[in-house]
């Protein structure tokens, strides 16, 4: 199926969370942890499974992995800028950590537990680099004590090109010279993989595990449901992205710096309820279904059928 972008979170559970794929799991997560680290095998604890997806449900396709050593790793794409993303990626840390401890268990048992979290928007609006890497340390020693807990963020927005339109070559040589580091070559491969798959310039790379990648991309096949979701999730980025796209030109026209920032940065604001109406109104333009938008914007799908009565009339 020609034209998947692994940008979707069932694209991406389905090119790095199946057992013939596990190479380039252990890539991705070897670009992102530190030399200490480092893993050379993983096991899969919740591999991807089709049966799991039900029609118009945006769920949590997360990965679960274990290294040979004991860590533990969480892995997720997340599609949307969810309120409190934050919390639940406390939570999502927390339930991993306490899951390994069985009754009667040692608390010595508990291993290191890294979660990775790869953002389709902008979290961190502070920072300027696109990977931050979060642990418990005291505040004035600056001690790394409780050290079995770490956060990675990848804000995939953050390394993508926001300059002015450019034609192809020019766009490409832009992206390879980014392109620095390891990591560099995947979050390339997750935001313009289609410049990647042009003739020549994926070998550039010289990176094995990313050209796998992309020859997997291309002939990946989803089943009824599958596509079915795919599409739904697929809507709701580009939804998103032209919604956020007329915020920042809206904000621009106006002078609004500071409005342009953070509509780029953390989508658009809860308190501006105009634009989060005209998110909604796009996604029933594109006939994505009330559950999914209920889901996506905490709105009770009574609201949106409102929503959709009003825009009829």
Not at 114 to 126: K, M, V, Y
Request: contains cysteine; charged residues 35%.
């Amino acid at each position: 199926m020609s034209g998947v972008t692994p940008r979707v979170d069932i694209a991406f559970k389905k090119l790095f969370g199946v057992e013939e794929n596990k190479d380039l799991l252990i890539s991705l997560i070897n670009s992102i942890v530190s030399k200490e680290d480092q893993v050379s095998d993983v096991d899969l604890l919740n591999p991807y499974n089709p049966k799991n997806f039900k029609r118009d449900k945006l769920s949590i396709l997360d990965i679960k992995a274990k290294c040979s050593s004991g860590e533990l790793y969480n892995i997720e794409i997340q599609v949307s800028d969810e309120e409190d993303y934050d919390k639940r990626a406390l939570l999502y840390w927390a339930k991993l950590y306490s899951g390994q401890l069985e009754q009667s268990m040692d608390y010595s048992k508990l291993n290191k537990t890294i979660g990775i979290h790869i953002l389709n928007f902008i979290s961190i609006p502070s920072i300027e680099k696109y990977h931050n890497v979060f642990n418990l340390r005291e505040k004035d020693s600056n001690l790394h004590h409780f050290k079995d807990i770490e956060l990675h963020t990848i804000e995939l927005r953050k390394f993508e090109n926001k300059a002015e339109k450019l034609d192809e070559s020019e766009e490409i040589n832009m992206l390879l010279k980014k392109i620095k580091t390891s990591l560099d070559r995947w979050v390339a491969f997750l935001t313009r993989h289609d410049l990647l798959s042009k003739e020549g310039v994926s070998t550039k790379l010289k990176d094995p595990n990313v050209q796998k990648a992309l020859d997997v991309l291309e002939v990946m096949n989803f089943s009824k449901q599958e596509r079915e979701a795919y599409e739904d999730h697929l809507k709701w980025l580009r939804v998103e992205a032209n919604t956020l796209k007329k915020a920042e030109n809206k904000a621009f026209i106006k002078g609004e710096a500071k409005g342009i920032e953070k509509g780029i940065e953390k989508g658009i604001e809860k308190g501006i309820e105009k634009e989060r109406i005209a998110i909604i109104n796009n996604m029933l333009a594109s006939n994505i279904s009330i559950d999914t938008i209920s889901k996506a914007t905490k709105l009770s799908p009574s609201e949106i059928e409102k929503l959709k009565r009003n825009k009829e009339h």
